[in-house]
C-alpha cells in the first residue's frame, strides 16, 4: 500500500489512463477524488474502485473554468496530498490546419486546465507541509512529430509549467513532475483512429503500434505504475523531472 491515506485527486480519471491511475492508486490505499466532464465514465470508475473496497468520489468539473475547479475543489474535505493533471484533449493538423479556436480550444484544456487545477490545491499542500503534483505530459514534450502543431504547444508548455512549479514550491516540501508517453491504447487513440481512418482503424492501429521500436502501444496501467511510484514516498528524491514511458520512441531508431 504505497499511498495508504493519501487524498488524490486526478483529473480525467473517467477515461483512459486516468481511469487506470485511479484505479490503482485506490488500490494502494489512496482515496481517489476524479475531476472530469464525463459523468458516465467518472461514475463507472468510482462504481469499480468502490466494490473493491477502495474509497472514490467523484466531483463533474470543466479544468479549463476556474469556477468550475473551485466549485470542486470547495468539496473536498481536506487539502489534497496528490494532484495528478491528466485531462488533456488532442488535436491533428500543422499549423496552416490549425485554426484559432483550435488553438484556444487546446490551451484551454492542457495549459490552462494545470493551472486552475494546481492553484487550487497549492495552498492546501502548502499548510499541509507538502505534497505532489504530477502533469501528463507526452514524447511531444520533447521531440517533434508530424500533425501536432497545437498538441505540441500544449505539452512543451506542461514541460515547462512542471518545471516551473517543481522549482517554486521547493521549500514547501512540493514535488512536481511529468510523465512523457509515447503512444498508450486508450479511447483516445480508438476516437483518433475512428475519425481519420473509418473503415481502416486494424490496420492503423497496427501500424502506430509499430511505431514504437518495442512494436506495441503502451497499456495505461503501465502509465498507473510509473504514476504511483512518482507519487509515494519512495520518490522522495525527485522532483523537477520528466519520465519518458515509451517503448523506446525517443532514444531508439530500429
Ligand atoms: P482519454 O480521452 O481516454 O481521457 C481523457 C479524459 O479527460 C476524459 O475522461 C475526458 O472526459 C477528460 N477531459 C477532457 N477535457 C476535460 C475538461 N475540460 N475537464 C475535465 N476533464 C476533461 O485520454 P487518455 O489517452 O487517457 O489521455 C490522458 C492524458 O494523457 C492526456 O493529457 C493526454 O494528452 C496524455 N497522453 C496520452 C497519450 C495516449 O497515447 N493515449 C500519449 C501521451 C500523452
Request: hydrophobic share 40%; proline share 3%; with cysteine.
Amino acid at each position: 500500500m504505497k499511498l495508504e491515506g493519501k487524498q488524490a485527486i486526478i483529473t480525467g480519471g473517467g477515461s483512459g489512463i486516468g481511469a487506470a491511475m485511479a484505479k490503482r492508486f485506490a488500490a494502494e490505499g489512496a482515496h481517489v477524488v476524479i475531476w472530469d466532464l464525463d459523468e458516465k465514465g467518472s461514475r463507472a470508475v468510482m462504481g469499480e474502485i468502490q466494490s473493491s473496497g477502495g474509497i472514490a468520489s467523484f466531483h463533474l468539473c470543466d479544468v479549463g473554468s476556474t469556477e468550475s475547479v473551485r466549485g470542486a475543489a470547495n468539496g473536498l474535505e481536506r487539502p489534497a496530498d496528490i494532484l495528478i493533471n491528466n485531462a488533456g484533449i488532442s488535436h491533428i493538423g500543422n499549423l496552416e490546419e490549425t485554426s484559432e479556436e483550435d488553438l484556444d480550444r487546446l490551451y484551454r484544456v492542457n495549459i490552462k486546465g494545470i493551472w486552475t487545477c494546481s492553484r487550487a490545491v497549492i495552498a492546501g499542500m502548502k499548510e499541509n507541509g507538502g505534497g505532489v503534483i504530477l502533469n501528463m505530459a507526452s514524447i511531444v514534450s520533447h521531440m517533434g512529430i508530424p500533425d501536432r502543431f497545437a498538441y505540441s504547444m500544449t505539452k512543451g508548455a506542461v514541460l515547462t509549467m512542471t518545471y516551473s512549479m517543481a522549482v517554486d514550491y521547493l521549500d514547501d516540501g512540493i514535488r512536481c513532475n511529468c510523465i512523457a508517453p509515447a503512444r498508450v491504447h486508450t479511447p483516445f487513440v480508438d476516437d483518433y483512429l475512428a475519425k481519420h481512418y473509418p473503415g481502416r482503424e486494424k490496420e492503423m492501429y497496427d501500424t502506430l503500434s509499430k511505431t514504437q521500436p518495442i512494436g506495441r502501444m503502451g497499456q495505461p496501467e503501465e502509465i498507473a505504475g510509473l504514476a504511483t511510484y512518482l507519487c509515494s514516498d519512495e520518490a522522495a528524491f525527485i522532483t523537477g523531472a520528466s519520465y519518458p514511458i515509451d517503448g523506446g520512441f525517443l532514444n531508439l531508431k530500429r
